[in-house]
């Protein structure tokens, strides 16, 4: 057996100046003698220390140490290979602590021989540096202040406090004239400087100062920009601010009429809300070929049914005409027993109910092209300034006469047309589901059909259909804000 005997000898180096930072080392000496207490004389060793705070390891680490003929060797601690822990964070103030000493006698890690001695006094530069770190960065952990308002205040707070105006100050304040106002909106601040305004909405006006002949003009001025704005909004297609996007990332203009929010374009997305795509034909065969008829008996009579799979299609496949017309979707994307939602979140597609109301607003409000508020003659106001097939009917869309009415709603409303299930097309109207479930014509063999809305250019008004069209036609879609 072979025994450490530990020679600590603490000091700082002297080779530093008197405005140096203080030393991150301990000078660290110590003798290793054999069971026979001979010296283990010029031999390289592997030595591992450890800092111990009471009984717990704050900090260690290896160095490779050569002893010399009276078996002394000496190292810095601080400055050996780190394993564990930051020598210069070590908070030598609290608790007690200890070096703790092993030697491989055969210069690697395999550490057979040990040593614990107490740290008596520590020194003194250390402790300068743990208050150093204290006075550069200090950290509150005090839970009762991380609880109080103290706790936020800031030193702009300070800062703005120190340059707090006396009462007297303010009271010249008020005596003096500006001509600044600031208004004040939940997303910006707007300056107006005397008869300049640079703003692009305007909800709340705060007053600094001014006299009342400048204050009233600029209340002026911003109702006015108010109902420019606004107009700029319609004339663009933004209702009460609103653009909608689908999941495909195509974005719609949008209209508000009476309580209502439309969409001012028919619906082009490609799947529905939880991301599963519509199966999309656009060849005419194919279109066709995806229909198979069902046939049934109820009592006596015999119906049957076409029942394609959801799909839809374009009505021209560029770029410009997908986003003029929309596409064409069969009733059954939108099939109301079919959990998934086709408009965008919090969008859906209208009832009968739905298109009734815009009817009876757009009537009441006088849209009618003869500009009455009784019957139904809102066809023109309806449907956009060009692209419908002529009509030589009074009034009707199609007809060139009433042009100030023309579109006058901002619904926007095109002549896209339809898909037969024999992949035809037809145009000459604009028409769009419903989401109302399917019902029976007149007939006793009349198949189930989805009810729809059509303008159409031969006529003047806005058309519920009260029976249907087959569930297998591909319609245009608008859909409407909840």
């Known amino acids: 057996m072979k025994n450490i005997y530990p020679l600590l000898i603490f000091f700082i180096s002297l080779s530093i100046s008197l405005?140096?930072?203080?030393?991150?080392?301990?000078?660290?000496?110590?003798?290793?003698?054999?069971?026979?207490?001979?010296?283990?004389?010029?031999?390289?060793?592997?030595?591992?220390?450890?800092?111990?705070?009471?009984?717990?390891?704050?900090?260690?680490?290896?160095?490779?140490?050569q002893t010399n003929v009276n078996g002394l060797f000496s190292l810095e601690i601080?400055?050996?290979?780190?394993?564990?822990?930051?020598?210069?964070?070590?908070?030598?103030?609290?608790?007690?602590?200890f070096v703790k000493t092993e030697i491989d006698l055969n210069g690697g890690n395999n550490?057979?021989?040990?040593?614990?001695?107490?740290?008596?006094?520590?020194?003194?530069?250390?402790?300068?540096?743990?208050?150093?770190?204290?006075?550069?960065?200090?950290?509150?952990?005090?839970p009762i202040f991380s609880a109080s308002v103290a706790k936020n205040i800031t030193q702009i707070d300070i800062d703005n406090w120190n340059k707090k105006l006396d009462i007297a100050?303010?009271?010249?304040?008020?005596?003096?004239?500006?001509?600044?106002?600031?208004?004040?909106?939940?997303?910006?601040?707007?300056?107006?400087?005397?008869?300049?305004?640079?703003?692009?909405?305007?909800d709340t006006v705060v007053v600094v100062h001014t006299d009342t002949t400048l204050l009233n003009t600029i209340i002026n001025e911003i109702e006015t920009l108010k109902q420019a704005i606004e107009e700029l909004q319609i004339a663009n297609g933004i209702a009460n601010g609103t653009l909608v996007k689908d999941i495909d990332g195509n974005v719609y203009k949008t209209v508000k009429i009476g309580n209502q929010i439309w969409m001012a374009e028919n619906l082009r997305?490609?799947?529905?809300?939880?991301?599963?795509?519509?199966?999309?034909?656009?060849?005419?065969?194919?279109?066709?070929?995806?229909?198979?008829?069902?046939?049934?008996?109820?009592?006596?009579?015999?119906?049957?049914?076409?029942?394609?799979?959801?799909?839809?299609?374009?009505r021209d496949t560029s770029?410009?005409?997908?986003?003029?017309?929309?596409?064409?979707?069969?009733?059954?994307?939108?099939d109301p027993t079919n959990s998934k939602q086709l408009c965008p979140v919090g969008w859906r597609?209208?009832?009968?109910?739905?298109?009734?109301?815009?009817?009876?607003?757009?009537?009441?409000?006088?849209?009618?092209?003869?500009?009455?508020?009784?019957?139904?003659?809102?066809?023109?106001?309806?449907?956009?300034?060009?692209g419908w097939q002529y009509s030589d009917v009074v009034g009707s869309v199609g007809n060139t006469d009433f042009p100030e009415k023309k579109n006058a709603s901002r619904f926007s409303a095109i002549e896209s047309g339809i898909r037969y299930r024999?992949?035809?097309?037809?145009?000459?109207?604009?028409?769009?589901?419903?989401?109302?479930?399917?019902?029976?014509?007149?007939?006793?063999?009349?198949p189930l059909a989805g009810k729809y809305a059509r303008v159409h250019h031969v006529a003047v008004n806005l058309f519920m259909c009260p029976f249907g069209y087959p569930m297998e036609y591909a319609l245009s879609i608008r859909c409407v804000k909840n």
């Open 19 to 65: 405005n140096a930072q203080p030393p991150q080392k301990i000078s660290y000496q110590a003798v290793v003698r054999d069971a026979q207490d001979q010296i283990f004389a010029n031999k390289t060793i592997g030595v591992q220390i450890t800092i111990l705070r009471n009984e717990t390891e704050v900090y260690r680490e290896r160095h490779t140490s």
């Open 78 to 97: 601080g400055d050996g290979d780190v394993t564990f822990g930051n020598f210069t964070i070590i908070d030598w103030n609290s608790g007690k602590h």
């Open 111 to 142: 550490y057979t021989l040990s040593s614990i001695t107490e740290l008596l006094s520590v020194p003194y530069a250390l402790h300068a540096q743990t208050a150093q770190r204290l006075t550069e960065n200090p950290q509150e952990i005090d």
């Open 169 to 202: 100050d303010l009271e010249n304040l008020l005596t003096t004239k500006v001509d600044t106002i600031v208004v004040v909106n939940l997303d910006t601040t707007i300056i107006i400087n005397k008869d300049t305004i640079v703003v692009l909405k305007v």
């Open 269 to 314: 997305v490609s799947k529905w809300n939880d991301g599963t795509p519509i199966n999309y034909v656009q060849d005419s065969v194919e279109w066709r070929d995806k229909h198979y008829v069902n046939y049934y008996t109820i009592g006596s009579t015999q119906y049957y049914e076409w029942f394609p799979p959801p799909m839809y299609c374009f």
């Open 319 to 334: 770029a410009d005409a997908k986003i003029k017309h929309g596409a064409f979707y069969t009733w059954f994307v939108i």
């Open 349 to 386: 597609v209208p009832s009968i109910n739905d298109w009734e109301i815009l009817r009876d607003r757009l009537i009441a409000d006088g849209y009618n092209y003869d500009g009455t508020t009784t019957d139904n003659k809102i066809g023109k106001a309806m449907a956009t300034e060009d």
């Open 422 to 446: 024999s992949g035809r097309m037809m145009h000459g109207a604009g028409m769009w589901w419903a989401s109302n479930p399917p019902a029976r014509g007149p007939y006793s063999s009349s």
